[in-house]
């Protein structure tokens, strides 16, 4: 039997691959929105539907970045709607390990868990900068290199949580008048350097014991804490060599950590378009990649590598000539892409090659060096691409994320979906109830330890 | 005769400390949607305003200063909001108002998930504030130690650091209502030939600055349908009448006589008065425990048997009225006449008083004239004849 794939929807978001002025872009907050798209993901018999988290809007040069799809609900909230106009589709956010605190972020998922009867699953991602740090009551407090420590230490305090509670307490026996089993029921005690608290867990164990947890870093450091504690990981190697390489390297961490090669799912970002040919699915690419890439668009990617303002660039004009401010006062606030560009020098170098090499005017060269679609072509080549990748084991299926907001699901969900299940690599009908079951991963015993 | 605000405070199994071993209760099913879907559908059938959800950020106690280690009591819950979200898209019109505890909790946070809250129900989210002193509920945090254990009976209001913490509440209250305001209502421009998606002139930095936190802004989420959600508060005494005066909208106050009833909205009133509020009246609520029946001796037995299986006559914050719909409906009209705009009932059994109060009390209080015959707004401030707030930041 070939391998099954595994298929989630990311509710597109902000960023520039969003393609806000596409007419039949609807609303991104209107709970409506959330409503069409989670429906669609579930009638695809998708694993989950994935949110992203913000708690600052960017900036650049100083100004709230006005070019992309501004503003988002909160995470816990809108999953938890979602989980009334759903049955079995899963509920992942992401959530801060950074400005969230342990006991409240564990209540809040075990929650979740509780009211969508087993679906709820947690992105853990970290953060310390202090720009974000303003909207909240300890400010900028986490030097950079503690955000994974706190990050490991927060799971394992949330674990500890969660296990607090075996999940036989409740008695609930009206003729005895015993409502809990023990009166020290959710007792837990954690003293670490992040965190030292104890008491009682007030929320009993939830149906899947805890949320599914997904890991999104790509460092080694992101890898290790993947490898240990992670049931998927939220990877941004879309493309076949990279993906592979990703997979084995992290699979083969696995061992270390005592976990078979399939206790960690690994499901890259993905992003589509198609057409009734692999020629028109080309065409509407191209035209998508230019309105994602407008040309003020285009400087203002350049200005967040440069660190510079380029306003009075031309985007039909070639590159600057004056290499990037290395200085540590960005001029674009709120990016993960700042933190990325370890070394500016290097790569405004590579890139002013590569457009004098290819002839590429600003905006030419910023589509090229930005993601283009992972698939493109007819349902057919789209299907048998995403089959392809999963069954040579450069991922083990796809988090899509369509660019037009809520309806950009609706055409996969109709054309691609039934040719995976034609080739019997993909589900027809729900097996399970739980987010856990769909992802096929083992049931939780009670307790579980934390490597 | 003008018609009344109803509440019902949903709480557990119910807010007698017997109520899950009731006959008529599901203990086993109070961490499910399906209880509290059908819990709100029952309130929304009965025309009433809102449904408060309580909750705590530590195990149920009995005791302020300590886990109690009760096991014959409901111990475990969910998070209201969460709670509120899902029971959302089930129903249209009722007022979802959760509980959260500020004292522990980032006003970020919360403002977007009441945000979010009131997007999800279209016009129907509040909030209810609550403080804690809890020294147990502070070490689930970690972060700041709470040394002070109130004592039952003892007037608390002077105490500095009851001041301090309910003046945190009123500033976390603003930095709600700031980061509501952070977004002109028509913010969202998505003009395409100047490629810009908002009008950053549009959104605003609040950039409070206050004893307990600092908060930037803009909020991540845009202004909620409301404009502002409804903020509610508890306010058992002279000190919270300050908050309640002074940063909710609708207060709950917890008289137990007809001359308190009046001392409480007059004590509010001052607050409001004193804080120069502008955006339309402020309503107060009594708040009452009631146990209901077909007779007064029916209810009173109820009580007595709940009190029974309790091992001690149930002893509550606020009054406890045992009787019948139409005895009910004469106290609340009565109490009205000290200026409360409605109440907040209490059920002893949620299976069963709340229904009570939807088939019985509701038609009754109808008969009278004191209450909607139907939801006449889609919004809960609507249900309270309540604007839709101007933005603060938004040039006139």
């Given at each position: 039997m070939p391998k099954q794939i595994h298929l989630a929807a990311h509710f597109p978001g902000v960023n520039n691959t969003t393609v806000w002025s596409d007419p039949r872009g609807g609303s991104h907050i209107e709970f409506s929105s959330f409503v069409h798209f989670a429906q669609t993901a579930e009638r695809a018999k998708f694993d989950f539907l994935f949110l992203a988290e913000g708690l600052r809007l960017r900036e650049q040069a100083g100004k709230i970045y006005d070019l992309d799809v501004v503003g988002r609900p909160d995470t816990f909230t809108v999953l938890s709607a979602l989980a009334a106009v759903t049955e079995q589709l899963g509920l992942t956010g992401t959530i801060n390990s950074t400005f969230n605190e342990p006991y409240e972020v564990a209540r809040q998922f075990a929650s979740l868990d509780h009211l969508s009867a087993g679906r709820a699953a947690w992105n853990v991602v970290t953060s310390w900068d202090a720009f974000t740090g303003e909207n909240f009551r300890r400010g900028g407090f986490l030097p950079q290199d503690q955000r994974y420590a706190r990050a490991k230490e927060f799971l394992t305090t949330a674990f500890e949580l969660f296990d607090s509670w075996k999940g036989d307490e409740i008695a609930a026996d009206a003729g005895s008048g015993q409502f809990v089993s023990r009166p020290d029921v959710g007792a837990f005690s954690h003293e670490g350097p992040q965190f030292s608290i104890s008491g009682q867990f007030n929320v009993p164990r939830s149906p899947q014991g805890r949320p599914v947890i997904f890991q999104a870093g790509d460092s080694e450091e992101g890898r290790e804490f993947a490898a240990s504690t992670a049931d998927a990981i939220f990877s941004r190697h879309s493309e076949f060599?990279?993906?592979?390489?990703?997979?084995?390297?992290?699979?083969?961490r696995l061992a270390t950590y005592g976990r078979s090669r399939d206790s960690l799912l690994i499901l890259p970002a993905a992003t589509f378009v198609l057409g009734d040919t692999d020629a028109e699915a080309q065409e509407i690419a191209h035209q998508v990649r230019l309105q994602q890439v407008s040309g003020q668009t285009a400087i203002r990617f350049l200005e967040q590598l440069w660190n510079r303002d380029l306003s009075a660039y031309d985007p039909d004009g070639p590159l600057p000539d004056i290499d990037p401010d290395t200085g540590d006062d960005h001029i674009a606030k709120g990016r993960a892409s700042v933190r990325m560009n370890r070394d500016p020098v290097a790569v405004a170098r590579e890139w002013r090659a590569l457009a004098t090499e290819k002839g590429l005017s600003i905006r030419e060269l910023i589509i090229e060096v930005t993601g283009r679609q992972s698939f493109v072509g007819s349902p057919r080549t789209v299907a048998d691409e995403i089959d392809r990748f999963v069954q040579a084991d450069a991922s083990d299926g796809f988090i899509l994320v369509p660019h037009v907001t809520p309806g950009g699901l609706d055409g996969f969900a109709d054309t691609v979906v039934p040719l995976?299940?034609?080739?019997?690599?993909?589900?027809?009908?729900?097996?399970?109830?739980?987010?856990?079951?769909?992802?096929?991963?083992?049931?939780?015993?009670?307790?579980?330890?934390v490597g | 005769m003008s018609q009344l605000h109803l509440a019902v405070g949903l709480e557990g199994a119910g807010w007698h400390p017997a109520a899950w071993r009731d006959p008529a209760a599901a203990p086993h099913d109070l961490l499910s949607a399906a209880y509290w879907t059908e819990l709100v559908a029952v309130a929304e059938r009965g025309l009433l305003d809102l449904v408060t959800i309580e909750d705590g950020l530590a195990l149920q106690s009995e005791r302020d200063d300590a886990p109690d280690g009760r096991t014959d009591r409901v111990r475990g819950r969910l998070d209201a909001v969460l709670t509120a979200a899902r029971v959302a898209p089930t129903t249209r019109h009722i007022g979802l108002v959760p509980s959260a505890t500020v004292t522990h909790t980032e006003p970020f946070h919360l403002s977007k998930a009441v945000a979010t809250l009131d997007y999800v129900s279209t016009g129907r989210a509040g909030l209810r504030v609550q403080a804690s002193l809890r020294p147990f509920e502070a070490r689930h945090f970690g972060r700041r130690e709470v040394s002070f254990v109130p004592r039952q009976g003892v007037d608390i209001a002077g105490d500095p650091l009851v001041v301090d913490l309910l003046g945190e509440v009123v500033d976390y209250v603003e930095v709600l209502r700031r980061l509501w305001d952070s977004w002109e209502d028509d913010a969202e421009i998505r003009d395409v030939a100047t490629g810009r998606f908002v009008d950053i002139e549009k959104l605003h930095y609040i950039d409070f600055e206050g004893k307990h936190f600092s908060v930037r802004g803009p909020s991540i989420t845009p202004r909620p349908p409301q404009g502002q959600p409804l903020v509610v508060a508890l306010a058992h005494g002279p000190a919270a009448y300050a908050v309640a005066g002074r940063a909710a909208d609708v207060a709950i106050v917890t008289p137990h006589s007809l001359e308190e009833a009046r001392a409480a909205v007059?004590?509010?009133?001052?607050?409001?008065?004193?804080?120069?509020?502008?955006?339309?009246?402020g309503h107060v609520l009594g708040d009452l425990a009631v146990v209901l029946g077909a007779t007064t001796a029916e209810a009173q037995d109820r009580l007595a048997r709940l009190d029974?299986?309790?091992?001690?006559?149930?002893?509550?914050?606020?009054?406890?009225?045992?009787?019948?719909?139409?005895?009910?409906?004469?106290?609340?009209?009565?109490?009205?006449s000290a200026g409360l705009d409605g109440y907040r009932l209490r059920p002893a059994v949620l299976a069963t008083d709340l229904a009570h109060i939807t088939t019985g009390l509701v038609p009754e209080l109808q008969r009278r004239g004191a209450f909607r015959t139907a939801y006449t707004a889609s919004t809960l401030r609507g249900h309270f004849g309540l604007p839709r707030p101007a933005n603060r930041y938004a040039a006139v």
């Open positions: 060599e990279a993906g592979r390489a990703f997979y084995t390297d992290v699979k083969d995976l299940q034609e080739k019997g690599v993909y589900r027809t009908e729900y097996e399970g109830t739980t987010l856990r079951e769909h992802l096929g991963l083992a049931a939780l015993g009670n307790a579980v330890p | 007059e004590g509010v009133a001052a607050e409001r008065s004193a804080a120069a509020r502008t955006d339309g009246p029974e299986l309790a091992g001690e006559p149930w002893s509550t914050d606020v009054d406890v009225i045992a009787g019948t719909p139409t005895e009910l409906a004469d106290r609340l009209q009565d109490w009205a």
